[in-house]
Every structure is written in C-alpha cells, then in structure tokens.
C-alpha cells in the first residue's frame, strides 16, 4: 500500500523568517516549502544617523520587524552610552522580541496585540515620551502620526528598503498551485507574491488558496488582494504557528 504524501505548506516570507519552525512541523508530518517573496536592503546608517546624533536617549524604541533590528538598531547601538539601558523597546511581535534581546536590547516588550496597531494600544495612554522608531520605506507614516497625535515627541527614521523577489519559477509555481495551505508573515510579502505571478495565476491562487496570515494587518492585506479563504494564526512562538497550521490543515477538504 502506497502511503500518502506529506501535507504541504508554502512560507511566503523574507529569507530566514520564522527560523526554527520547520522541525516542529516536520514532526507533526508537514512538508514546509520557503518560497521568498520579498528582499530588504539596509539604508547606510550615516544617511540616517546624523538625524540623531548627539541626542539624548529616547525613552522608548518601537521596531515592527526582524530587518529594522539589524539594519537600525544594531548600527544605532554602537553610538549609545551607558543611558541606554533605560530604554524601553517596543517589539510587534515575538520573532522580533527575540531578535532585540539577541542584539543586547534590554527591557523589550510586546503589546499584547501584534504589530504596529498593538504599539500604539499600549503606547497611547502614556505621558508623553521621546520615541524612536525604525521602520522600513513601506511601512508608512501612520504609526508616527497617530503617536505624535497623543502627544509623543516622534523621530520617524527608515532604516531599510523593502526590494521584489525575482519571478517565479515553474517550481515554485507548482508548490502554490498544490500545497494545502500558504502561510504569509507581512502585507509585504503578499504583494511581493503578487508581483511574482502574473495575473491569471494569481487570480487562480487567490480563488483557491487557503491562506494563514500572522496579524490583522496582513489579514486586511489579505482580503484586500482578493484571497476568499484566509485565517490569522496566533504571532506566539513555533510551536503557536504550528498547532495554527495544524487545525487549519483539518479543515482543508481532501
């Protein structure tokens, strides 16, 4: 008796996102497929740094992903003084908690709402406060704004560049057309997957894929592409994405 194969899965990401969820879902039988839908490209730090410069330490710092960790805070890190470490930084989510702490941030906190609308819950109802904020070119102004109308004293800084993966090819096209479920980590990486195909293949994938997002800004970026089936996952840990990944699975017709 011939066994069946694997369920599979397409991680629509940045290169090396989500590290380390592959084993927890190789052992629950998924087959994982990284397909890269978008690139980042650091801004060189002395276009940006002399905006801050000589400054006093900011009371708190907000990076909303891994990329602004090593392109913002790890340049910007190397000019701090011993004040630093009353720093307050605020993750969007727990992949970009740890990079912080693995960078020698310390006091890092999470909302308890993932991403940028998470950080401004949290931050809203504080006194006034000087904050820093590393974010990519695609990210937008609307946190900063929304936080300076608060009354927060904001230095909006892009730190990195979000780039468009290359098309894709006849391989990548087959693991989107037949894995179970795709998993998407930002509104970046959709429209980088969109980008990638042209139209009637993404018009089929919309249709018929079943899409697992992390957050409500990507599940919005979601539904604004067009995709009928979509389910946000719980921005915890590996082993939150994967029992997410699992109960998706059973609801997938066989």
């Given at each position: 008796?011939?066994s069946?194969?694997?369920p599979?899965?397409?991680l629509?990401s940045?290169?090396?996102t989500?590290?380390?969820?592959?084993?927890?879902?190789?052992?629950a039988?998924?087959r994982?497929v990284?397909?890269?839908?978008?690139?980042?490209?650091?801004?060189?730090?002395?276009?940006?740094l002399?905006r801050?410069?000589?400054?006093?330490?900011?009371?708190?710092?907000?990076?909303?992903?891994r990329?602004?960790?090593?392109?913002?805070?790890?340049?910007?890190r190397?000019?701090?003084?011993?004040?630093?470490?009353?720093?307050?930084?605020?993750?969007?989510?727990?992949?970009?908690a740890?990079?912080?702490r693995?960078?020698?941030?310390?006091?890092?906190?999470?909302?308890?709402?993932?991403?940028?609308?998470?950080?401004?819950?949290?931050?809203?109802q504080r006194a006034?406060?000087?904050?820093?904020?590393?974010?990519?070119?695609?990210?937008g102004?609307?946190?900063a704004r929304q936080?300076?109308?608060?009354g927060?004293?904001?230095?909006?800084?892009?730190?990195?560049?979000?780039?468009?993966?290359p098309?894709?090819?006849?391989?990548?096209?087959?693991?989107?057309?037949?894995?179970?479920v795709l998993?998407?980590?930002s509104?970046?990486?959709?429209?980088?997957?969109?980008?990638?195909?042209?139209?009637?293949?993404?018009?089929?994938?919309?249709?018929?894929a079943?899409?697992?997002?992390?957050?409500?800004?990507s599940?919005?970026?979601?539904?604004?592409?067009?995709?009928?089936?979509?389910?946000?996952?719980?921005?915890t840990?590996?082993?939150?994405f994967?029992?997410?990944?699992?109960?998706?699975?059973?609801n997938?017709?066989?």
């Amino acid at each position: 008796m011939t066994s069946r194969p694997p369920p599979t899965v397409v991680l629509l990401s940045a290169l090396e996102t989500l590290r380390g969820i592959e084993l927890g879902l190789k052992r629950a039988g998924i087959r994982l497929v990284r397909i890269t839908t978008l690139t980042y490209r650091p801004v060189d730090p002395q276009v940006w740094l002399p905006r801050i410069d000589g400054s006093s330490p900011p009371d708190a710092v907000i990076l909303t992903s891994r990329a602004a960790v090593s392109s913002g805070f790890a340049p910007w890190r190397k000019t701090l003084s011993k004040r630093s470490a009353a720093i307050e930084f605020w993750a969007a989510g727990p992949q970009t908690a740890r990079s912080l702490r693995a960078a020698g941030a310390h006091q890092v906190r999470q909302p308890g709402t993932v991403g940028a609308r998470g950080i401004f819950r949290a931050l809203r109802q504080r006194a006034p406060q000087n904050i820093l904020y590393f974010r990519s070119d695609r990210a937008g102004p609307g946190l900063a704004r929304q936080l300076r109308q608060q009354g927060h004293r904001v230095t909006d800084l892009i730190v990195y560049r979000i780039g468009e993966a290359p098309k894709l090819g006849t391989r990548a096209r087959r693991e989107l057309r037949t894995a179970k479920v795709l998993l998407a980590t930002s509104p970046s990486a959709l429209s980088g997957l969109r980008r990638s195909l042209d139209r009637p293949a993404f018009l089929q994938l919309r249709h018929n894929a079943r899409l697992v997002v992390l957050g409500e800004r990507s599940r919005r970026a979601a539904q604004g592409h067009g995709f009928r089936h979509v389910s946000v996952a719980p921005p915890t840990n590996a082993q939150g994405f994967t029992r997410a990944l699992l109960r998706e699975l059973r609801n997938v017709p066989t």
